[in-house]
């Protein structure tokens, strides 16, 4: 869930990053819940492990994310120089707002959608906050295959805890940044996602990339 480009003041409840202890438990936790999850080192390294996950010629697709914009994925996909389709290039080129809705549609069944959640527990639940809920058609079924990347400090011991970092400290944040770039109806909360688990009979694949510092909302 995020808008623009502007800068927010973070408290400190939500900064710290996760320990060892809980990265690990965390690992553990998804994987029993069908989603593959690993530690990259560097923005750079995500982004490299980003193109060897996906083949080329495949159809990809971002969900809006500060933490893509932070690391530069954002501007390594827009810049066109890769090995795949990227589909939201051919959305901000159409400017019929009814043929740039049906291409908005159409990329939720992207091969590959790349993004970023909203927190994720010590047991395995994922939490993803929308406003449109335009990436959650595609987290939750439509694309074949996911990559989240997530900073360490989205941790959270528990659901409730989960819950409350999503309104007592994204939706805020969200909401300062679009009243600052006048438009205030894009920071609304509209649907959460809880991401339980991904059924093997599915035959998708769920990644989390974590990095081990603050970075997005």
């Not at 932070?70 to 707002?97: T, V």
């Not at 159409?106 to 959608?113: I, R």
């Not at 790349?114 to 809920?133: K, L, R, W, Y």
């Not at 809880?194 to 990644?207: D, G, K, P, V």
Request: glycine letters at 6%.
């Amino acid at each position: 869930m995020s808008v623009g480009t502007a800068t927010i003041d973070k408290p400190t409840r939500y900064m710290e990053r996760a320990n060892g202890d809980s990265i690990a438990q965390t690992i553990q936790a998804l994987a029993e819940r069908g989603i593959h999850a690993e530690v990259v080192a560097s923005h750079e390294d995500a982004i490299e492990r980003v193109k060897a996950i996906i083949p080329a010629g495949s159809t990809v697709m971002t969900s809006s994310s500060v933490t893509l914009r932070e690391i530069g994925l954002e501007a390594y996909l827009a810049q066109g120089d890769h090995r795949w389709n990227y589909l939201r290039s051919a959305i901000h080129a159409e400017k019929d707002e009814v043929a740039q809705s049906r291409l908005r549609r159409q990329a939720a069944v992207a091969d590959y959608t790349i993004g970023s959640v909203q927190a994720i527990t010590e047991a395995g639940e994922v939490v993803v906050a929308s406003g449109t809920g335009s990436q959650i058609s595609p987290y939750a079924y439509a694309s074949a295959n996911i990559v989240w990347i997530v900073g360490t400090h989205k941790i959270v011991p528990n659901l409730d805890e989960a819950l409350h970092r999503v309104k007592e400290y994204c939706v805020p944040r969200v909401s300062a940044m679009a009243a600052r770039l006048g438009r205030p109806d894009a920071g609304v909360l509209g649907k959460t996602l809880i991401f339980e688990r991904e059924l093997a009979y599915t035959n998708r694949q769920i990644r989390v990339l974590f990095l081990d510092e603050v970075i997005g909302i």
